[in-house]
């Protein structure tokens, strides 16, 4: 592709912030805006292009933040929107772009919206959520369930009706197919784009439209799926994914493309989503990528998965631009999932390694830098309902969303001056920023190194990809644009194993001391290497 009029985020390092676990700055153990902005000059060090805040938006908390109260309103455990004003100004300041969660499928039943949607068949707002009656048996108007187990529909006494909820039943279902309620989302998107915001990261987008009919959906065939709720034996068809979604999308692009350089990202999950997120950012008018759970899930990265999954996305027009990621905040941390905890430095590099070394824009979460496995959350600390809902089958998403380690100093690392809202893992405080940041050889220091090579070589950030077959554990590939050629090579297996690459090769990253010239890969090892030019 053209890499010379590239658009900033094309290519880019992007990492995920928490607010609630990133830094806490007045001692209430929950982290907020003010101790975001103090670590700035952390997170521009580490190269990246933006930051993508999690919701920091007016919430009850029933989802930690995913259930919006006040989409104009920062909610007085993170500050005030004086303090978000204070952070934009100071991460563009450092260079860094602001990308912010927009939640568009949901609100909080705490919403002002609903208070008046619910009060009546009759108010103005009275189709701004998805309300149904009852079968004549009293049961729900459909079989659809919700993600965190249980029908997706509750019943309200005050209307005599059900409402729909794909998550929480904390969490309504707006009528997104209404005009109008498109509109009062656009206008929050205008919000927060003329405060100065660089984009968004739009919430389980796939989720905000349903089938009008509520037409049930159809059992999963697919019996080899580990089932732990209900939601897991149906084809979600009927209950999201609907085709009214790209006309909406098309409404949101219109929008950010009146103000320069934003940046719009969905969030796309499913059994199809693939191609929902291909069409979503298909062309000129949809949104700019997409952010894909291809690897998210997935309990050990092969060579075979990782070039399937790249190569269903070819540098060719007309095809959407992708985005990866290895970890977030609703996952498990990618080092325990992928088999880490032995030789728990040298995998964290090397997934970082190969992280930015793929086609597409990169998601680091924060910790990821650090080398962070899956904390130990304790049943009786756990808060995240559908952690307690499935104990002990799913590890939750807990133990990926515990506080950030700044310093060795026992008890809180210095994250917090009292108890932090999740626990501070003893093996985390070990692995903190004060401590690697003095150790050349330490995870974040090589992942810095990486960061900045992506940033610098043309190949990497925006070239295409051609893969080698795979063999033995050996993902190898190239990376090319204007006059670079790179080879990425790792050793993804669990024992030795062997990839020459000829002799036209100059290594300018090596793990484990892996080298094109060798022909031998150790475990948790590999390079990158340049082509010689003649």
């Known amino acids: 592709m053209e890499t010379t009029n590239?658009?900033?985020?094309?290519?880019?390092?992007?990492?995920?912030?928490?607010?609630?676990s990133f830094a806490d700055s007045n001692g209430d153990g929950i982290g907020d805006l003010p101790g975001i902005t103090a670590h700035l000059p952390y997170v521009a060090d580490l190269g990246v292009d933006a930051i993508w805040l999690s919701p920091f938006f007016t919430s009850p908390m029933a989802d930690y933040g995913y259930d919006v109260a006040d989409y104009h309103g920062v909610d007085p455990i993170f500050g005030t929107l004086a303090d978000f004003d204070a952070l934009l100004t100071k991460a563009h300041a450092l260079g860094l772009k602001v990308v912010i969660d927009q939640v568009y499928a949901h609100t909080s039943d705490a919403h002002a919206w609903f208070a008046e949607s619910r009060s009546s068949r009759e108010n103005p707002k009275a189709d701004w959520y998805v309300w149904a009656n009852a079968k004549p048996d009293g049961t729900p108007p459909s079989n659809w369930q919700s993600v965190f187990g249980g029908p997706a529909w509750t019943w309200d006494a005050r209307r005599g009706q059900y409402y729909?909820?794909?998550?929480?039943?904390?969490?309504?279902?707006?009528?997104?197919?209404?005009?109008?309620?498109?509109?009062?989302?656009?206008?929050?998107?205008?919000?927060?784009?003329?405060?100065?915001?660089?984009?968004?990261?739009?919430?389980a987008l796939n989720f905000a439209?349903?089938?009008?009919?509520?037409?049930?959906?159809?059992?999963?065939?697919?019996?080899?799926?580990?089932?732990t709720r209900p939601f897991d034996f149906q084809k979600k068809i009927n209950n999201m994914s609907q085709p009214e979604m790209v006309p909406f999308v098309e409404r949101i692009r219109a929008l950010t493309d009146q103000y320069e350089g934003r940046f719009t990202v969905a969030e796309v999950g499913g059994d199809d989503a693939e191609h929902e997120m291909k069409e979503l950012?298909?062309?000129?008018?949809?949104?700019?990528?997409?952010?894909?759970?291809?690897?998210?899930?997935?309990?050990?990265p092969t060579p075979q998965l990782i070039a399937d999954v790249l190569s269903s996305w070819p540098d060719t027009r007309g095809t959407g631009w992708p985005s990866w990621a290895f970890s977030n905040h609703d996952a498990p941390r990618v080092l325990s999932r992928w088999g880490g905890a032995q030789n728990a430095g040298g995998r964290a590099k090397l997934?970082?390694?190969?992280?930015?070394?793929l086609r597409g824009n990169s998601f680091i979460y924060q910790g990821e830098e650090l080398g962070l496995l899956q904390a130990n959350v304790p049943y009786e600390r756990l808060l995240d309902p559908e952690a307690i809902a499935n104990w002990p089958l799913t590890q939750g998403r807990?133990?990926?969303?515990?506080?950030?380690?700044?310093?060795?100093?026992?008890?809180?690392?210095?994250?917090?001056?009292t108890e932090p809202w999740l626990p501070m893992d003893a093996q985390h405080v070990r692995q903190a920023v004060g401590a690697q940041e003095r150790d050349p050889e330490s995870v974040l220091s090589f992942?810095?190194?990486?960061?900045?090579?992506?940033?610098?070589?043309?190949?990497?950030?925006?070239?295409?990809?051609?893969?080698?077959?795979?063999?033995?554990?050996?993902?190898?590939?190239t990376r090319a644009a204007e006059n670079e050629t790179l080879l990425c090579v790792f050793n993804l297996g669990d024992t030795a194993a062997h990839h020459d690459a000829?002799?036209?090769?100059?290594?300018?990253?090596?793990?484990?001391?892996?080298?094109?010239?060798?022909?031998?890969?150790g475990v948790a090892s590999g390079y990158i290497a340049r082509q010689k030019l003649d």
């Open 6 to 20: 590239a658009a900033w985020w094309q290519g880019a390092t992007i990492y995920q912030i928490y607010p609630r």
């Open 398 to 417: 807990d133990g990926a969303r515990t506080p950030i380690p700044w310093t060795t100093e026992i008890p809180y690392a210095g994250f917090s001056t």
């Open 281 to 300: 950012t298909a062309g000129q008018s949809r949104l700019n990528t997409a952010y894909s759970f291809a690897f998210l899930h997935q309990n050990h």
């Open 502 to 521: 000829g002799p036209n090769w100059e290594t300018i990253v090596s793990l484990n001391s892996a080298q094109a010239g060798d022909a031998r890969l």
């Open 209 to 227: 439209f349903h089938n009008q009919a509520l037409t049930d959906n159809p059992p999963e065939e697919n019996t080899r799926q580990i089932r």
């Open 447 to 477: 992942t810095r190194e990486m960061i900045r090579l992506r940033q610098s070589s043309p190949a990497l950030r925006l070239g295409s990809i051609h893969f080698e077959a795979t063999k033995a554990g050996i993902l190898a590939f």
């Open 164 to 203: 729909m909820h794909n998550f929480l039943k904390e969490q309504p279902q707006l009528n997104v197919h209404h005009a109008d309620v498109q509109n009062a989302l656009l206008e929050v998107a205008k919000f927060w784009l003329d405060r100065g915001v660089d984009g968004f990261r739009l919430d």
């Open 351 to 357: 997934y970082n390694m190969l992280l930015l070394s």
